[in-house]
């Protein structure tokens, strides 16, 4: 029989909450979302940016829900009877939950952040780390300041691994979530310029990602990128926080995980290293130079938590994609067969950048064109036109036929762009949908990608729905 993930008497100590109604003795799961609830799961009233939590209690108690956590003020709200934890304010009571996870868990613990790469490398980790112990992570990017203490609050008490993903968009974000989550090894995979309207230089976005090192445990590890320009900041910030083990991945000579070799093809890459000292050869089941970067990442990781390197390296072969960030569809079009990479979660220079050189390793038969599809990269401020603009050089060097952009900052790329590359060009997504579908033909590759707020993904949703593999139809909705 499965353990319950929290006893109504540790869950309501963890929070000081008061108790009403007719309670369990114990909460399988918890949620915050009535649409993915499952029964028996407590549910927490989070007050979000535009809905609050405590109007879905009724909801979420008639979909099974074992208890709501509310706020005090808000009990004169709630359904007669209900069976309630009331604390002063949920989110409060859940990053109280989440501390009270750390501190009865005994698992190794490793955080990753970085302006580009967290979910894959979470996800590499989480493979690895599996295939050894039971381990938990974060699902999908939580890693804010709900997600964070969400997803610690879900770690069971037996976990061997525990992998979190920790994001920000302004300084400061970071702090309290590391200091949370108190990691035994922290990575940081890159600094790029993402949210720079808000920072303004790189050196700003290094020290807000630096905050990860206030949270990591006496004796722990930061794991640092060797071969990005920030790598001399980084490691002063962290050695400033007390950090006294540094390891360093990369190509670089001095790169305690150092690539050695690597041969890329268009699905995998094969990839020789050496790994605190350690000669492994692997396979990556997913493709690109980014890619292998971020796991000599994760190898160093796991081997500073304890974890068999040999079998880690082996794990990768299974390494998938995560969905809308390099994800690959089998497209049926008239004549024949098309590919549709999907990265259109979210985009900023130095993704686009390696998302376009993704594109350009899919080998090419016949007449098939290898075509970019490119929606606005945001919250890159003043500089927004330029880092557009200054893609064009990545289309040539990828070999990209065909590029289409959406949006008023891709104007600035179209306009750089030789003219025989263009495509096409909207003003948003949605107007560009319709010359897309015309466009795609037998053998061509299709790459999608821009900011979350670009609004790519319908475009990837409606060349599945007219394009997808008569078995997978019924699978594909809008």
């Given at each position: 029989m499965t353990a319950p993930l929290?006893?109504?008497?540790?869950?309501?100590?963890?929070?000081?909450?008061?108790?009403?109604?007719?309670?369990?003795?114990?909460?399988?799961?918890?949620?915050?979302?009535?649409?993915?609830?499952?029964?028996?799961?407590a549910f927490f009233a989070i007050t979000g940016e535009s809905r609050d939590g405590h109007e879905f209690v009724p909801a979420a108690l008639q979909a099974g829900a074992g208890l709501a956590v509310v706020a005090r003020d808000k009990l004169g709200l709630m359904p007669k009877d209900a069976a309630l934890l009331i604390v002063p304010d949920v989110l409060e009571g859940l990053n109280d939950l989440a501390g009270a996870a750390r501190v009865r868990s005994h698992a190794k613990v490793i955080a990753v952040t970085g302006s580009v790469g967290k979910t894959g490398t979470k996800e590499a980790l989480r493979l690895v780390l599996g295939r050894q112990g039971d381990t938990h992570a974060s699902a999908a990017s939580y890693n804010n300041q709900w997600g964070v203490p969400l997803s610690l609050a879900r770690m069971p008490a037996n976990t061997a691994y525990g992998v979190f993903e920790v994001g920000m968009n302004h300084a400061g974000e970071i702090t309290p979530l590391t200091r949370l989550v108190r990691p035994h090894v922290a990575i940081v995979t890159a600094i790029a310029p993402v949210h720079l309207e808000y920072f303004g230089s790189l050196d700003a976005i290094a020290?807000?990602?630096?905050?990860?090192?206030?949270?990591?445990?006496?004796?722990?590890?930061?794991v640092l990128n060797r071969d990005d320009p920030q790598f001399e900041r980084l490691s002063a910030a962290a050695r400033a926080a007390g950090v006294t083990r540094i390891v360093s991945f990369g190509e670089h000579e001095r790169a305690d995980a150092r690539l050695i070799k690597v041969s890329l093809q268009a699905e995998t890459s094969t990839v020789a290293a050496r790994i605190l000292g350690a000669d492994v050869t692997y396979k990556l089941g997913a493709p690109g130079r980014h890619v292998v970067a971020n796991s000599l990442a994760v190898l160093a990781a796991a081997a500073l938590a304890g974890a068999d390197l040999a079998l880690?390296?082996?794990?990768?072969?299974?390494?998938?994609?995560?969905?809308?960030?390099?994800?690959?569809?089998?497209?049926d079009v008239p004549g024949g067969a098309a590919l549709l990479i999907d990265e259109s979660y979210n985009a900023n220079p130095t993704s686009m950048r390696a998302a376009l050189a993704l594109l350009g390793q899919v080998p090419m038969k016949g007449l098939g064109r290898r075509i970019a599809v490119l929606?606005?990269?945001l919250e890159l401020g003043s500089e927004g036109p330029t880092l557009h603009a200054d893609l064009a050089g990545a289309v040539v060097g990828s070999a990209v036929d065909l590029v289409y952009c959406a949006?008023?900052?891709?104007?600035?790329?179209?306009?750089?762009?030789?003219?025989?590359?263009?495509?096409?060009?909207?003003?948003?997504?949605?107007?560009?949908?319709?010359?897309?579908?015309?466009?795609?033909?037998a053998g061509d590759a299709l790459m999608v990608k821009g900011s979350l707020g670009s609004r790519m993904g319908p475009i990837v949703k409606a060349l599945k729905r007219r394009f997808a593999h008569p078995a997978e139809q019924a699978l594909v909705k809008g």
């Amino acid at each position: 029989m499965t353990a319950p993930l929290w006893t109504l008497s540790a869950m309501a100590a963890a929070m000081s909450a008061e108790r009403a109604g007719a309670l369990p003795a114990s909460v399988p799961g918890l949620s915050i979302d009535t649409r993915t609830l499952q029964a028996g799961e407590a549910f927490f009233a989070i007050t979000g940016e535009s809905r609050d939590g405590h109007e879905f209690v009724p909801a979420a108690l008639q979909a099974g829900a074992g208890l709501a956590v509310v706020a005090r003020d808000k009990l004169g709200l709630m359904p007669k009877d209900a069976a309630l934890l009331i604390v002063p304010d949920v989110l409060e009571g859940l990053n109280d939950l989440a501390g009270a996870a750390r501190v009865r868990s005994h698992a190794k613990v490793i955080a990753v952040t970085g302006s580009v790469g967290k979910t894959g490398t979470k996800e590499a980790l989480r493979l690895v780390l599996g295939r050894q112990g039971d381990t938990h992570a974060s699902a999908a990017s939580y890693n804010n300041q709900w997600g964070v203490p969400l997803s610690l609050a879900r770690m069971p008490a037996n976990t061997a691994y525990g992998v979190f993903e920790v994001g920000m968009n302004h300084a400061g974000e970071i702090t309290p979530l590391t200091r949370l989550v108190r990691p035994h090894v922290a990575i940081v995979t890159a600094i790029a310029p993402v949210h720079l309207e808000y920072f303004g230089s790189l050196d700003a976005i290094a020290d807000a990602k630096a905050e990860i090192f206030l949270g990591i445990e006496p004796g722990g590890a930061a794991v640092l990128n060797r071969d990005d320009p920030q790598f001399e900041r980084l490691s002063a910030a962290a050695r400033a926080a007390g950090v006294t083990r540094i390891v360093s991945f990369g190509e670089h000579e001095r790169a305690d995980a150092r690539l050695i070799k690597v041969s890329l093809q268009a699905e995998t890459s094969t990839v020789a290293a050496r790994i605190l000292g350690a000669d492994v050869t692997y396979k990556l089941g997913a493709p690109g130079r980014h890619v292998v970067a971020n796991s000599l990442a994760v190898l160093a990781a796991a081997a500073l938590a304890g974890a068999d390197l040999a079998l880690a390296a082996l794990a990768l072969a299974d390494l998938k994609p995560p969905v809308g960030r390099g994800e690959r569809i089998a497209l049926d079009v008239p004549g024949g067969a098309a590919l549709l990479i999907d990265e259109s979660y979210n985009a900023n220079p130095t993704s686009m950048r390696a998302a376009l050189a993704l594109l350009g390793q899919v080998p090419m038969k016949g007449l098939g064109r290898r075509i970019a599809v490119l929606g606005d990269m945001l919250e890159l401020g003043s500089e927004g036109p330029t880092l557009h603009a200054d893609l064009a050089g990545a289309v040539v060097g990828s070999a990209v036929d065909l590029v289409y952009c959406a949006g008023p900052l891709m104007k600035s790329l179209w306009d750089a762009l030789p003219s025989e590359r263009r495509g096409g060009y909207a003003d948003s997504a949605a107007a560009l949908e319709t010359d897309v579908l015309a466009a795609v033909g037998a053998g061509d590759a299709l790459m999608v990608k821009g900011s979350l707020g670009s609004r790519m993904g319908p475009i990837v949703k409606a060349l599945k729905r007219r394009f997808a593999h008569p078995a997978e139809q019924a699978l594909v909705k809008g």
